[in-house]
Structure formats: structure tokens, C-alpha cells
């Protein structure tokens, strides 16, 4: 077993199972004895939660893509400080559901901010802490969204148009295809069954190291 604490982010599009999977992980982690912690983006801090209130709540006030970019990063940079890296120093693992790659994904590819003001972001504000591993739960944008529709009202960036979450699921797919040893992408167009044991042999083959 590789001991080393790892940092894991969940990724994927609206409805794609990000919960569904750290479910999985957890008890896949509970089972084989690793501490860790999960946590969540935005949010995992009592100030970070109220950032996502903001984020996700509609108001009457249009959130502009500079204004909601640097409320994720004001709450990622609590996450980290507070969270995340207490975490990892003391040997926890780490799984959070959503990272910065989320940045990327809808407020780059989606919103049409350019990348490299969200790189300067990233560089300032997380020097070099990256996710060691990145799961990557795709499905396609509208079976997602039937789902998360089945559960209750959408949020103020669930109502966006089917294209928006396109673009976020190609950058996703791209960005995964360019970083082959991080990401490990899982097809959740399939059964509850199926996912979970794709999740379970990805995990082993990252205790093994
Ligand atoms: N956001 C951003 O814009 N920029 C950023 O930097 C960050 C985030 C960090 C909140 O994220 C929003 O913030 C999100 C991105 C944006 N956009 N929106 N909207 P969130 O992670 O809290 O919310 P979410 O992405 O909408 O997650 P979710 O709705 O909770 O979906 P999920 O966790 O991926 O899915 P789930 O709860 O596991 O599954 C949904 C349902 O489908 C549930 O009933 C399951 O039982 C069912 N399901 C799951 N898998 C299957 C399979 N395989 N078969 C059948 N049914 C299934």
C-alpha cells in the first residue's frame, strides 16, 4: 500500500455522479483503513459554504463572470489554507468534490473568460498544489441534467443553456486526454453497478502506487 496522503478531486458535468462516486470512495477508503477527509468546492469552510450560497442562489442582480470567478477563488483560497492543506500535512487524505479545474471548465470554457486569467489566479493563490489524481465522471450534458431535475429546482447555474455545459464537458474531455496519469475518466452513461466498480479498480490501482 502506498502510505503517502493523496489530494483527489471529483470533476464532471451537472448530475454525472460526482456524489454518487465519493460515496464509493469513502467506503472504499473506510474499508481499507485510509484516514482521510471529504470535502467540497465551492465551499468546505463555514465562510467558503456562504460563498457557494451566493454563487448558486439566484438574485434579482446579475453575477457577472469576473464577479462569480473570483467569489470561487475567494472561497478556494479558504479552502486550501483552512482545509485542505492542514489536511495533507497531516497525512489525510484528501477528496474533494470539485477543484479548480472547475474554474477552468465554466468559467473559462463556459463563461468565455480567458485562460490565462484564470492561470494567474491559480498561480498566486495555489502555487503548486494540484490534485494528484483527478476522477472524471462524464455524461452527456442533458441525461445529467434530467437527473438533477428529477431531484428538485435547479440552481443559477444549473438553468444555463444546454450548449453552455457542452462547452464545459469538451474542456473537461480535453483537459483529461492532455493529462492522461491525472485524470482517469469514468462513462456514468451506464449502471449504478458499473461506475462503482470502475471507481473501486481506479482506487486500488492508486493504493498500489
Ligand atoms: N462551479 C463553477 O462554476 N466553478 C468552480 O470553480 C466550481 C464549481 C468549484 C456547484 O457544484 C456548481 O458550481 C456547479 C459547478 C459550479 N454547477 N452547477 N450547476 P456542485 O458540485 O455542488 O453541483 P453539481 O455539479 O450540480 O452536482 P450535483 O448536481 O450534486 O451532481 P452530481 O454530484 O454529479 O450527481 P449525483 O448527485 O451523484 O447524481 C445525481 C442523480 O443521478 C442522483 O439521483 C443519482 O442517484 C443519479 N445517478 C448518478 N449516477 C447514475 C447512474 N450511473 N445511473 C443512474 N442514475 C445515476
Known sequence: MNSKAK???IEGGE???KSTAIKTIQSYLNQHGIAHIVTREPGGTPLAEKIRSLLLDKSEETLLPESELLLFFAGRYQHVEHVIKPALEKGLW?????????SFAYQGAGRGIAEDRITYLKQWLLGSLSPDYTLLLDAPPALGLDRIKARGELDRIEIEKIDFFNRIRAYYLNLAAKEPARFHVIDTNRSLSD??????????GICRG
Open 7 to 9: 489530494f483527489i478531486s
Open 15 to 17: 448530475g454525472a455522479g
Open 94 to 102: 484528501v477528496i474533494s468534490d470539485r477543484f479548480v479545474a472547475a
Open 195 to 204: 461506475v462503482e466498480e470502475n471507481t473501486c479498480l481506479w482506487l486500488q
